[in-house]
């Protein structure tokens, strides 16, 4: 990559976040302009894995697809992926046991590697997720990402790893590096128009509003404007591919605050898990309120929610005096 072309892709994307900031409480957010390409490249290709001793009997993962149109409207340089300058197929240099011309970096690494160091000399080279990583710090990913730990599931994986209507020939012919264009290009359409929007649970499948008084030693019950929350995440969304991409499975949002538990659209409460007190059994589990208080603001700070700040109690606890008590907020984590 050249000198600078991360700043100016971390740059276009806090512009991104900027015009978020604006949009933030004025309702939706205008539809993406359609798509033009600039490259000679399809606007959509099957990449498979190519190695020296074709077995498709042998190959564990099933072929990607990937949308060059969307990729290179949304990434300034053809560096950032192309990183040897040479508008060709990866495959040219990363196979799946990796070959000299790609200094052995196998085909697994080439498109998963995280966070890649930048090199001295030459571009800094971006796996498919690397750079995925990088835009999870966007302002309307950040609060969920930043409480939602990664499973790595067989649907994450997915998300990647499935092409609609593939043969047995059509793999044969493909890690051979022998499937007509057409087809590829045929193959890749179909897949991308499957992926169109993807069943979710909607706002209406939980509560509008919840009542939650697990607690109430000194603070007054906590009134949670559950539809607002669940349709409000929903809105920032609604244009980003990757994010439906990813967000496959019709729960997978509701799982962001349900957590550890089966994805559906009943799940169990906070209390059925974490204790008033810390279990000994299971130190790591907050106890209740730290439990709220954690998932609450965590995804507040995340996504630089104007209100309620952290420390303004009254705005969450409603009925309680203004105290807003020295230190408190340090203790809110605590046991
Ligand atoms: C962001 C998209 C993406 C995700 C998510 C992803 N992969 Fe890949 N992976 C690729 C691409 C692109 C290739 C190269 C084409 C191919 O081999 O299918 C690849 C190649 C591979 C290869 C080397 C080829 C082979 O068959 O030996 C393995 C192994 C692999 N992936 C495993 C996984 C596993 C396991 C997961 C989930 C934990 C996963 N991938 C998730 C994009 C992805
Ligand atoms: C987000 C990463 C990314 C960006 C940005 C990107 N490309 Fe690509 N491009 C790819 C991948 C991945 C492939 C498929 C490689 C394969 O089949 O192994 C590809 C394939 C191509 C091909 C077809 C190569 C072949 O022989 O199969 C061309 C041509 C191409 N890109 C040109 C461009 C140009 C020009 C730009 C900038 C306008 C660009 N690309 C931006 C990732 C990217
Ligand atoms: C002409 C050969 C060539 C082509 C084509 C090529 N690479 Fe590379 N790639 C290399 C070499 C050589 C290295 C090792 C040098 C380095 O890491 O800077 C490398 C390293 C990488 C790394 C770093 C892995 C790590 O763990 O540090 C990634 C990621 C990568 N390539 C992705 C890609 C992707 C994606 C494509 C296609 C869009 C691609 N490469 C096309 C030669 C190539
Ligand atoms: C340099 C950054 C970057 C790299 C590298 C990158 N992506 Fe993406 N990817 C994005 C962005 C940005 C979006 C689109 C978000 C949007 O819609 O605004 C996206 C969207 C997607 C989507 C959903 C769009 C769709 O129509 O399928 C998939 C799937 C995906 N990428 C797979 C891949 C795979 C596979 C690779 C590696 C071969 C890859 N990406 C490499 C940045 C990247
Ligand atoms: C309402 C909460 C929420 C928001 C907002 C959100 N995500 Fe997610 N996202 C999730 C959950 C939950 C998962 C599944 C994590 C798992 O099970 O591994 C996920 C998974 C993903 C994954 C798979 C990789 C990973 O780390 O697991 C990608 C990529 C992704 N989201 C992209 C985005 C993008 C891009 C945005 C912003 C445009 C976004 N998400 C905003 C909740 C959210
Ligand atoms: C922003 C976090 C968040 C998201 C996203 C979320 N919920 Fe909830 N939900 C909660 C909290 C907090 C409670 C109260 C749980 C408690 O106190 O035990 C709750 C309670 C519920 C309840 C129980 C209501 C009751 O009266 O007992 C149901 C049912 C529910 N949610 C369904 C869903 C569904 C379906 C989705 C996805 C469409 C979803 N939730 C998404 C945070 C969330
Ligand atoms: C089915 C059991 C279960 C339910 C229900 C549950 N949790 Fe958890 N929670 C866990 C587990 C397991 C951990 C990880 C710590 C551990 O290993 O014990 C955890 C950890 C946490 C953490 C610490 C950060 C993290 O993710 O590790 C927070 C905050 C949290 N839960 C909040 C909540 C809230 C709020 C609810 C209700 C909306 C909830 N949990 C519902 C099982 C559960
Ligand atoms: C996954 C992210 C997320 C979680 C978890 C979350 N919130 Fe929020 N919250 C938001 C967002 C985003 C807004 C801004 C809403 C809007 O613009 O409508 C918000 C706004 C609020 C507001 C102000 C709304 C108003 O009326 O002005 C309150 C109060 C609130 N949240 C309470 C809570 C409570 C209590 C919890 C925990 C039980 C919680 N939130 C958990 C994302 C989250
Ligand atoms: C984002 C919303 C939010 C903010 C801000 C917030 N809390 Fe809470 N707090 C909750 C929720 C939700 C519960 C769980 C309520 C229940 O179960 O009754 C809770 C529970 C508590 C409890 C345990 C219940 C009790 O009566 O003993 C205490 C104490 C508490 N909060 C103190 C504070 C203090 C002090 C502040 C300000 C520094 C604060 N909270 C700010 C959401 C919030």
């Not at 060709?88 to 790609?102: D, L, P, Q, W």
């Not at 160091?117 to 990402?145: D, I, M």
Request: charged share 20%.
């Amino acid at each position: 990559m050249r000198n600078g072309t991360t700043l100016l892709l971390l740059a276009a994307i806090a512009v991104a976040g900027a015009a978020y900031l604006t949009l933030w409480d004025a309702g939706p957010v205008p539809a993406a302009p359609a798509l033009t390409s600039v490259s000679d490249a399809p606007s959509a290709m099957v990449i498979f894995p190519v190695g020296e001793k074709p077995n498709p009997e042998g190959v564990g993962m099933k072929p990607v697809v990937f949308n060059h149109l969307v990729h290179e409207n949304r990434v300034d340089d053809c560096e950032s992926c192309h990183h040897t300058g040479e508008t060709v197929a990866c495959t040219t240099c990363h196979t799946v046991e990796g070959r000299s011309e790609g200094k052995f970096v196998t085909l697994d690494q080439a498109m998963h590697a995280p966070n890649i160091a930048k090199r001295v000399k030459g571009n800094t080279p971006q796996s498919c997720v690397s750079c995925h990583t990088e835009q999870l710090q966007r302002r309307e990913c950040a609060g969920c990402h930043g409480i939602v730990k990664p499973t790595r599931s067989e649907a994450y994986c997915n998300a990647c790893h499935n092409v609609a209507g593939l043969t047995k020939a059509d793999m044969v012919a493909g890690i051979a590096g022998k499937l007509p264009a057409k087809r590829n290009a045929q193959l890749a359409a179909d897949t991308l128009k499957a992926r169109e929007n993807p069943v979710q649970l909607q706002p209406t499948d939980g509560p509008y509003k919840v009542m939650i008084d697990g607690i109430t030693d000194e603070y007054k019950a906590n009134m949670f404007a559950h539809r607002r929350h669940v349709s409000s995440l929903m809105e920032r969304l609604k244009d980003n591919s990757l994010a439906s991409a990813f967000h496959s499975q019709p729960a997978t949002l509701c799982s962001t605050c349900h957590h550890n538990s089966p994805l559906k659209s009943a799940p169990p409460k906070c209390g059925s898990c974490h204790s008033q007190r810390i279990n000994p059994a299971n130190p790591e589990r907050p106890q209740l309120k730290a439990a709220y208080h954690l998932q609450c603001m965590g995804c507040h700070k995340g996504m630089n929610v104007a209100r309620p700040l952290n420390t303004s109690c009254v705005t969450c606890h409603k009925d309680n005096e203004a105290k807003p008590v020295d230190g408190a907020a340090a203790k809110l984590g605590g046991k």
